[in-house]
């Protein structure tokens, strides 16, 4: 790196880390993240307290598939300390087409594993650690915050109630077809997701991706979302998707963003 642009890179960082009043930061970020998180840096919603805490941030995802596959490629190379990817399967050839943390190679490999390879390829100052498991309460030990990439509405409730118990931040997040919602929950301060959905659907009436198919870009720009309400959730952003859901339609780029509020008698945030 030129002096010139070391000191361009350290003048954004030492101006955006006093913005707003904000003490610096007590261990300054090396020269080699300044210039790996340049292009964040600069931004003037970011600076360099928000890329400690994304530092200290550990952070679980629940999937490694078409979700899960943008969101922990996202966060790993936004720079989150450690990541949990949690996926019980195993590639397969019909996973490809919308998962582009698998390559055919990896057909048969643990998606947990074939996901924390790529990632480590990505940014090795990340902590990767894989589980090939379904999702326990006891996983939330420890993290900050939850991306919930999973495909079914029994896995989305159990997740929204274990961090409501766990006060764990939450993004939620769901695609089939060409649509999908997304939406971001701070347990006991925001509605959750069972305040926005008391009850699942019917049994038949919401197919799966196997049943009703999925675009990979459509499970992408989700996927993106939810990142993108992780790093601000890390962070203390404003304008995190809280208190309201996001439906997307991608057919013909319909987004509503859904206010919600938190229910009294919500059995998982009620008490909180
Ligand atoms: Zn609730």
Redesign the pocket.
């Known amino acids: 790196m030129s002096e010139d642009r070391r000191a361009f890179l350290r003048g954004i960082v030492r101006s955006a880390a006093g913005q707003g009043g904000a003490p610096p930061a007590a261990e300054p970020l090396g020269e080699a993240d300044v210039e790996r998180y340049s292009r964040q840096l600069v931004l003037p919603q970011w600076s360099e307290r928000a890329q400690l805490a994304l530092q200290d941030a550990s952070v679980l995802v629940l999937g490694a598939g078409a979700l899960g596959s943008p969101v922990a490629a996202y966060l790993a190379g936004a720079g989150v300390g450690r990541l949990g990817i949690v996926d019980s399967d195993d590639v397969e050839i019909s996973n490809l087409h919308r998962q582009p943390l698998h390559f055919t190679p990896d057909v048969g490999v643990a998606k947990a594993h074939s996901a924390a390879a790529k990632l480590r390829f990505l940014n090795p100052d990340v902590i990767v650690e894989p589980y090939q498991a379904r999702f326990a309460a006891a996983m939330l030990e420890g993290a900050d915050l939850v991306v919930d990439c999973s495909d079914s509405f029994a896995t989305r409730y159990e997740v929204n109630a274990a961090c ?1 118990a766990a006060r764990v931040a939450l993004v939620e997040g769901g695609v089939v077809g060409m649509s999908g919602l997304v939406m971001a929950i701070r347990p006991g301060e925001s ?2 997701y ?2 926005a959905f008391p009850e699942p659907p019917p049994p038949g009436t919401a197919p799966s991706c196997v049943e009703a198919g999925v675009l990979g870009p459509a499970a992408g720009v989700i996927g993106s979302l939810q990142a993108l309400e992780a790093l601000k959730l890390l962070a203390g952003l404003e304008g995190a998707l809280l208190d309201a859901f996001l439906q997307v339609d991608l057919y013909d780029h319909a987004y509503l963003r859904v206010a919600v509020s ?2 009294a008698g ?1 059995p ?3 008490a909180l």
């Open positions: 409501c509605a959750c069972r305040c938190r229910r919500c998982d945030c009620g």
